[in-house]
Every structure is written in structure tokens, then in C-alpha cells.
């Protein structure tokens, strides 16, 4: 890590907490909101996965949906098309983890190029950093649908190669997300692995340059290599 | 289904049980048996899937033995190497549902070709209709190892239909995996969705043109046309 020049972060479950949406989910069907928003995001995982192998790429709003519908059905809990649609728009709001905020601003403070790379649309990517007041903290916003193909094809790793202008070995790729930080590690990004729940690492052929509990526990480590540069 | 000239089946999941392999997990982990395989079958898939969107295809056993390291890390459930090669072995050799045997009879006494299209190697395919006495019921049997990219990308549907040598529009393709059965649907296969558990299907753009409980109601309607013929 001793030439990087800027760190790409991932979004959903990375900066931002996808269960967020527990909340909203539990005042539909009380007592069981986390689960309606665990199945709801393994749902849209998968078919953000499926649709890019099948070559049927649709964007990250509709896959939400369409995942929302299928928990709907599959708990047999049923989501009205208004609630539905509000569920779909607390998806827009999420919120950070809670060290994040800080933390992006002592990188920032190393006048450290910070970008985001999502599956999530421009729409959906740029409306979550807005509502968290976070948005000037990124220099760059990048969403999958310019390859139109997700995460973990390499064309999407590529584009924030191609958007921060650095050789990807000069870009640090920041993921929770293993098989997302796997996918980053065989394009051939150096990856820290944010692992807050304490999992181990998915087996994909690759491991994580770094693990880390928190985006706290990174900005200390640059913090204190720039101490005793 | 005026012209249907071959049936091409899905392995896994849908002639053959993958939780066949539940009770040896048992034996290790008593009463947790069923929760090993069932997590042990989730990784499996998203390993293929994820590994064939990344570009780094290992073959079936590879993704088999992957996903059972990360489940038993997982669920803190410790299996020593011994433990996990006799239950990778248990792999290729998982029962048929019960009443897959006189189906795939009587399948073949109305003269209709029967292949199997599977994520598996060939090796795997081979082992698990010999081990059940299957074999013979097969005319082909093609493993997504020879596209070196596993289902739903259409390269390993498009295998069956060279195999075969008919047009896609004259093979039905029969599979209880919905994201399976979406995939043959958006290459171009009628399809056959078995729903053994009735769940709803994925939302992945596609609906399957016959829904069945069950290979017995599959093989009931063609006899039921042939009579009427």
C-alpha cells in the first residue's frame, strides 16, 4: 500500500447499512422486519448475479424490486404496491455505518481521491450520498449501469480504474462484501475487506490485502503511516 | 409442446436430491444436518455464479468443496479433511426423488430422447445416474465443464441444443431451479418448472410455459396427449 492514490469504495452493506430498511419492513409486518430485509437483499444479490450471466441486465432499481416482490410472496407477507414502492424508496435513504461519516472526512483531510463503485443506478448512488449529507466527500460517483453488467465482471471493476486516470495496483478497493472484495482482488485491485460481523472470507481464489472491523480501523492504519512518513 | 422432440433435465435439485447429503452431515454435527446442507447448496450456486461472472471458472467439485470450507467456517462447524471428502463423495452419489425412476421409464417408452444438462462435470454427471442405476435412461449427458462457464450463461444451454441436434423450440427443458429454468426460458427452451416445496417463482424476467409437482405430472400430460393423438 505504499503508492496508493485513491481508495473506491463500495456502497450498499460497505458504507451504508442495507438493513436501514428493517425499520420501515417492521411496521408492515411487525416482528419480522430483518427478515423480510435479509431475503430481501440475498434476493438481490442473487438476481443482480443472474441477470448479468444470463446477459438479461436490467438496473439495480428494478432488480430491487423485483426481489422485494419475490420476499413478498415467497414469506407470504403481502407488500401493496404503495407499500411496496415505499420500501423501494427507503432503499434511496440508507444509512451510513456509524464511524463512516468521520472517517471519510479524516481521509479526506490526506487529500485522499475518494470515489464509490455500485451496482446501484447513478440515481440510486447519487440519491443515497445526498440524503446522508455526504455526497462532497466523493470525487467521483460510479455506477455499474455504464457497463450495464454488475459486480464482480471486470468491466465494472474497470471503469473506476479508467475514472480515477491511476493504474488499478495504485487504487484501493473497499469492500464488506467478500465476493465483491474477491472479484476487486482478481481485476487486480490491492482490496481491503471491512468485516464487521466477523464471517470468514468467502473461498473464490482470492483473500483480502486487509481486514478491518470498521472504516475507522483503515483511516487509523493510513493515519499512521503518514505519522511515521 | 405440439412438437417436442427431446427432454433436456437439470440434475441437481431437480431429478436428484441435494439434500441427500444432510444425513452424513448429521453424523457429524448431530441436528444440524439439514442446516449444513442447505447453506453448503446456497454457496455452491453463488460460487458458480460468481466465479462465471468474474471470468475464473473452476469445475463443479472445485466450487463443491469451496462452498462446504466456507460453510463449515461459517457455522463454526468444524469437518477435518477426512470429513470433507467423504461428504464431497456423498456429492456423487445423492438419490433421485422418488418418483424419478418409473418417470424417466416411461419417458422412455414413448421413444422420447433424454439427456441431462447440469453445472456438473462429467465426471460428476456420470457418477450420480450410475450410482442410482439411471444411467441407461440417458442418451446424453452434457456437463457446463465443456463451456468452461456454468448455467445460466447461454453458452451451456446452447450445448444441449448441438447435442441434440434440434432446434431449441423442439427440446423442453425441465428443472425445479427457477434461476435455471429462467435462463433456459431466455435462451429459448419451453420449460418445465418442477415445484416440488411451491414456491413462488424468481422474478428474473421469464415465466416457465408448464409448472408441475413433480416428473410424474410432467409424464402424465404426454401420455395423456399421446392417447389423444
Known amino acids: ?75 407470504t407477507l403481502p407488500l401493496d404496491d404503495a407499500a411496496r414502492m415505499a420500501l423501494c424508496d427507503a432503499y434511496l435513504k440508507i444509512k451510513p455505518y456509524p464511524e463512516v461519516p468521520e472517517a471519510l472526512d479524516r481521509l479526506q483531510a490526506m487529500h485522499m481521491p475518494l470515489a464509490i463503485l455500485s451496482n446501484g443506478s447513478a440515481h440510486s448512488i447519487r440519491s443515497v450520498v445526498t440524503a446522508s449529507g455526504l455526497a462532497h466527500r466523493f470525487q467521483h460517483l460510479i455506477s455499474a449501469d455504464s457497463a450495464q453488467i454488475f459486480k464482480p465482471h471486470h468491466s465494472v471493476y474497470k471503469l473506476a480504474e479508467d475514472q480515477l486516470q491511476q493504474d488499478r495496483s495504485a487504487i484501493l478497493f473497499v469492500s464488506s462484501n467478500a465476493w465483491d472484495a474477491s472479484g476487486a482482488r482478481h481485476f487486480g485491485y490491492p482490496v481491503c475487506w471491512i468485516n464487521r460481523a466477523g464471517n470468514p472470507f468467502d473461498e473464490l481464489g482470492q483473500s483480502p490485502d486487509h481486514v478491518v472491523a470498521g472504516l475507522d480501523q483503515l483511516v487509523h492504519w493510513f493515519e499512521e503511516r503518514i505519522g511515521a512518513g
Open 1 to 75: 500500500m505504499e503508492k496508493i492514490r485513491g481508495i473506491v469504495f463500495d456502497l450498499y452493506g460497505t458504507l451504508y447499512d442495507v438493513h436501514s430498511v428493517a425499520g420501515l419492513c417492521d411496521t408492515y409486518h411487525p416482528g419480522r422486519g430483518l427478515e423480510i430485509s435479509t431475503l430481501w437483499r440475498q434476493k438481490q444479490l442473487e438476481y443482480t448475479w443472474l441477470r448479468s450471466l444470463m446477459g438479461q441486465y436490467v438496473d439495480f432499481e428494478q432488480a430491487t424490486r423485483d426481489a422485494l416482490l419475490f420476499t413478498s410472496r415467497y414469506l
